[in-house]
């Protein structure tokens, strides 16, 4: 069983953290980017290629258009509906919706400028990436409602794919992508800390009854 308190701490701690480097990227100018961020994104702009850019651009949408917004979002509630996991469904909703809502916070608390080099449109606010932000929530969700080694490495991964091409167009410095990672998974873990001993509790219904969403899979 998850510890409720390991979960809130390294929460609070991966949020502060992210605060730190958004102040530190910030601090001398919202458009005046360090010197590793300007040399990850010459080395980014150096490796772009026709195909290198068309699979960014898929990233873009899969990771941010409504394919994420939408359809991801609605088709793992209503599976977890479906087969009555519903607490862990109301998870998730109120998981995403904070992600969001502290990304566009920090976006407008920074007002960081983005490359000029970028090759997608995007709205407003550099710091922190709201793709990364969501690639690393859905990661963070996943290992927390099924706690396996091969999800933990497919999050790992899907997270770090979508930093990459995020920076691979330019619509992000290398920075912002780890602070959205950092926003993504701190979120997640501050609403597990809170939510989970809820979303595990079992049922008044006697213990033999089955299909119960607390009913622990192999």
């Known amino acids: 069983m998850t510890r409720r308190p390991v979960l809130l701490w390294w929460g609070i701690g ?29 080395l980014m702009i150096d490796i772009q290629s026709p195909a290198m850019v ?16 939408y359809l991801v979002p609605l088709v793992v509630l209503a599976a977890l509906v479906l087969t009555r996991r519903w607490r862990a469904a109301v998870f998730v909703a109120v998981s995403l919706l904070a992600s969001v809502a502290v990304v566009q916070l920090l976006k407008l608390l920074f007002g960081r400028s983005r ?5 997608v449109l995007s709205d407003y606010g550099s710091f922190p990436s709201g793709h990364t932000a969501n690639a690393a929530t859905i990661a963070v969700i996943a290992v927390l409602l099924i706690p396996r080694v091969w999800v933990l490495l497919l999050g790992v991964l899907w997270a770090l794919t979508m930093a990459f091409s995020r920076t691979l167009l ?8 780890i602070g959205g990672m950092l926003v993504g998974a701190g979120t997640v873990l501050i609403v597990g800390a809170i939510m989970l001993p809820w979303v595990r509790a079992r049922s008044g ?3 033999s009854t089955s299909g119960s969403e607390d009913t622990p899979t192999s």
């Open 170 to 177: 330019s619509v992000h410095w290398l920075t912002d992508t």
């Open 14 to 42: 991966a949020l502060l953290a992210a605060m730190a480097l958004g102040a530190s990227m910030t601090a001398p100018g919202p458009d005046l980017p360090s010197a590793i961020d300007r040399g990850w994104n010459q």
């Open 205 to 207: 219904a006697a213990p």
């Open 54 to 69: 068309q699979f960014g651009q898929i990233m873009n949408v899969v990771g941010g258009g409504w394919i994420a917004t």
């Open 115 to 119: 490359p000029e080099e970028m090759l």
